[in-house]
């Protein structure tokens, strides 16, 4: 292996976040019963003809516009001549020669440094449908998917590793999600990818041949079928054998790829304009409103929690996990300005009963809860015990924090004297870690916060306890 090095492209297909199909007005909402969401255009009836999808050309340049490619201001619409039982027209409406988008980068951190990864190209297509297996014992054809809009970003062959292709990915997943493109749905399929994978003589530039690793749906399962196929083509050659141009299948549970077909060149799909749709064009005006609306993108975000907020780099990854993250953040940041306490209660106490789908997002609690409950244990109102018993009663509520902790007799206990008879109580309970303490042990200390904390029901201020034990200790 260290005589070779692997050179991989990725072809990336994201599922357009639109309500209707990219040519026809058929729903593209997932799970519905089989050919439910279909029409004379999606099944590719005769005299039907397609119209194009506004919203997808759209989000088609935004996207573009977020990996900084250029924007074509008219592009073709091409047919894709391929048969196959889930593509009802006899062929696929694509763009292959003027692609909507083109050039643009993606920058990846991986182990040996950030690698610049080009984008040669991003173009609009429709989804074909999907074949059900072992029905009965037959194969049957969905076409619900047939026409949904996708935006297919192709790569230049610019990554070396699995690792560094799955990293590709993350990121750019994350970059559409962020943006409102696609759901980064991959157990839907709303964003797949294709693997270009070749090997060759560590140190040469020409490319050796390539296979393609179709449709994986999971980042590691993507990592992993890289490393397989590269070993494979590496074995193969030292063999004296010669790799085929052709497209594998991986089994993550064998952990092998297999041969699928033959791979086409792209003139054996016998490209043509489609007579029935004029060059796409895009208007200036929704160019510049775009290129002006633009979302911050993600990695840009977490830097800047870091810098300008003291976050650390693990709490804003965290943060920044899924695009309602930030906006909760944001939102409770405008009624608890402590960012670092806010965000370290968001991710400790929020996320853990969050539910995170796609796009969408469900939170025990709301923003102003959150905000509100901090500034109840900031005030020294609340105790952080008491704080966490709240965020539990407040789950699923519209309740504010400061009427449920008066409701039920939360407050924070300041008064010296009560605290001072509750700590005297704890060492004479203790006497035995008391005299441990005086020789030496001074980490009993939170011992005995924690005995006075329970004494009093986490109503106690820690902060009064831990003082006025070190007085007692130390006076004795």
């Not at 089989?34 to 088609?60: D, I, K, M, Q, Y």
């Not at 999971?218 to 054998?241: D, H, P, T, W």
Request: charged letters at 25%; hydrophobic letters at 40%.
């Amino acid at each position: 292996m260290t005589t070779y090095e692997t050179v991989i492209g990725l072809e990336v297909h994201a599922q357009l976040l639109t309500r209707s199909k990219l040519f026809c007005g058929c729903s593209t909402a997932f799970g519905a019963p089989p050919n439910a969401h279909v029409c004379p255009t999606c099944l590719g009836l005769p005299g039907s003809l397609p119209v194009t999808n506004g919203e997808a050309v759209r989000l088609a340049v935004r996207a573009g516009l977020l990996l900084g490619a250029t924007i074509r201001q008219a592009s073709i619409f091409a047919r894709k001549q391929y048969f196959y039982p889930d593509l009802p027209k006899g062929y696929q409406i694509s763009q292959f020669e003027e692609p909507i988008a083109e050039g643009g980068h993606l920058d990846v951190p991986g182990a040996s440094g950030v690698t610049r990864v080009r984008i040669r190209r991003a173009h609009l297509e429709e989804d074909a449908g999907k074949n059900v297996h072992g029905v009965g014992g037959d194969s049957l054809v969905d076409l619900n998917r047939a026409g949904t809009p996708l935006l297919e970003i192709v790569s230049e062959p610019d990554l070396r590793s699995g690792e560094d292709a799955a990293e590709y990915l993350r990121l750019l997943r994350e970059l559409l999600m962020f943006a409102g493109v696609n759901d980064g749905n991959l157990e839907e399929g709303s964003f797949r990818c294709d693997a270009n994978v070749s090997v060759r003589p560590r140190g040469t530039a020409e490319l050796g041949t390539r296979t393609e690793l179709k449709n994986i749906n999971s980042f590691r399962f993507v990592a992993r079928a890289i490393e397989v196929e590269s070993a494979r083509q590496v074995k193969l050659l030292e063999a004296g054998g010669r790799v085929l141009q052709e497209t594998r299948s991986y089994d993550p549970g064998t952990e092998t790829t297999a041969t699928l077909r033959s791979k086409e060149e792209a003139h054996d799909y016998r490209y043509f304009p489609d007579p029935d749709l004029p060059p796409l064009v895009v208007p200036p005006a929704l160019l510049a409103a775009e290129r002006d609306g633009l979302p911050e993108p993600p990695a840009e975000l977490r830097r800047r929690l870091v810098a300008e907020q003291g976050l650390t780099q693990e709490t804003a990854e965290t943060l920044t996990q899924h695009p309602a993250v930030p906006a909760f953040f944001r939102e409770a940041l405008a009624v608890f300005p402590d960012a670092v306490k806010l965000a370290n209660w968001i991710v400790n106490e929020v996320l853990r009963d969050a539910e995170l789908r796609g796009t969408a997002a469900r939170f025990p609690v709301t923003p102003t809860q959150v905000g509100e409950l901090l500034a109840l244990v900031e005030g020294g109102e609340i105790s952080g015990k008491q704080a966490k018993e709240l965020g539990k009663l407040l789950a699923g509520t519209s309740r504010r924090p400061a009427e449920l902790a008066a409701e039920r007799g939360m407050r924070r206990v300041s008064d010296e004297g009560a605290l001072l008879a509750a700590c005297e109580a704890v060492l004479a309970a203790n006497a035995r870690q008391v005299g441990e303490y005086r020789s030496g042990k001074q980490g009993l200390l939170g011992y005995f916060v924690g005995q006075v904390m329970k004494a009093t029901r986490g109503q106690g201020d820690p902060k009064l306890v831990s003082e006025l034990l070190v007085r007692l200790l130390g006076g004795a």
